[in-house]
């Protein structure tokens, strides 16, 4: 079966890197950018970062910033009608996956603009024309949206979050700034990183997997193994690693999928507004312990990544249990909520929750064939 890679045309990291939007325009032939981040990052000044950029070179701009966290339609929308009241021509996204993802989305609409309901957008590959150009710059580290081809859009009247899985989505320059990441609160650093490890994992063991994604996976679970509690604690080397992290673990999965940790978050996020950081981070190591007998040998190279070296000579069941407690301790010293019923999350819910679940668009690509029987096991177990 042909395999596919995509990334982004251009990517750039470091501190600084914001800069680098001035000769992207000069060399683009754009004139003005709807900024799309939302009213907390504006109200904190990390918008600004980059509005100083723009505001020296002399380039004009106008700011959207009705975004909330697991954006809606209607913030798509708007973003839309913004976009056109700017009279734009390319969209610099400043924020982490609400504000990059709803920013795809307005991109998208403008040049294909049969689409306008959103929903119609849900699945793969259903624009026709490529997206504005778009910056995204990332402020969470995170969920790779720079440098994915997905979207997650909430759907509030159906109670489900959707995703859109397009290559004409993707933005064209990334940056990874660490200047970007700094502000964020230490609860957001550290249910973002597990976001990403989420991403790592699911990528290495999806059904889709294969070699080139293995080796940025591998990679990405390495890092943030050994940057993200430094990261959440402070540490400034610690969180430009995170930032690489990220991203690297987004390069591996935009291409070969996830698995049903993120179909659960997503009706988490749906039913609840549970952030999505916090729903993976709490479900992965019971997906994991579900999915362990549909992974070969994949959780001793997990374990190792991890740090538990001594998982080389471990038998089978040995490094599968290693992998996981890795997994699930990491995330308890970042002080994740280990339980569903601690975030709101209600029994009378958990067929719906399984039934919304299933046929989210991450679950075809589970390493172990599932049911909605056994979601809501799972589910149970969580609670
Ligand atoms: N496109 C993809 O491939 C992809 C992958 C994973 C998740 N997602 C989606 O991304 C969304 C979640 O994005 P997220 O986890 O990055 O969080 P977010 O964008 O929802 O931000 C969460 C909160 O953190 C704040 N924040 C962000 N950066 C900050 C900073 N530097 N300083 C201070 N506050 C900051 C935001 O203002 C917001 O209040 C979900 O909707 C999820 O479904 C998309
Ligand atoms: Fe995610």
Redesign the pocket.
Known sequence: MTKRMILNELAYFGKGAIREIVPFVASHNVHKALVVS?E??VS?G?TKKVLDVLDGAGLSYEIFSKIK???TIQNVQDGVEAYKKADADYIIAV???????TAKAIGIIINNPEFADIRSLEGEFRSKNRAVPLIAIT??A????EV?I???I?DEENKR?FVCVDANDLPLVAIVDPD??????KS?AA??GL?ALT?AIEGYITKNAWALPDALHLKAIEMIAQNLESAVAGNEEALENMGIAQYVA?MGF?NVGLGIVHSMA?TL?AFYDL???VANALLLPYVMEYNASATGEKYRDIAVAMGVKEAVDMTQEGYRIAAVNAVRSLSVNLDIPQKLHEVGVKQDDLQDLAESAYIDGNTAGNPKETSVDEIRSIFETAL
């Open positions: 939302d907390v990052l904190l990390v966290p697991n954006p924020g982490g996956g609400s504000s990059m993802d402020t969470t995170g969920t790779a949206s994915t997905n979207y997650v909430t979050k970007m990441l700094a502000s964020m609160p957001i249910s973002t976001d991403h987004g935009t997503h996020g952030p999505h950081g």
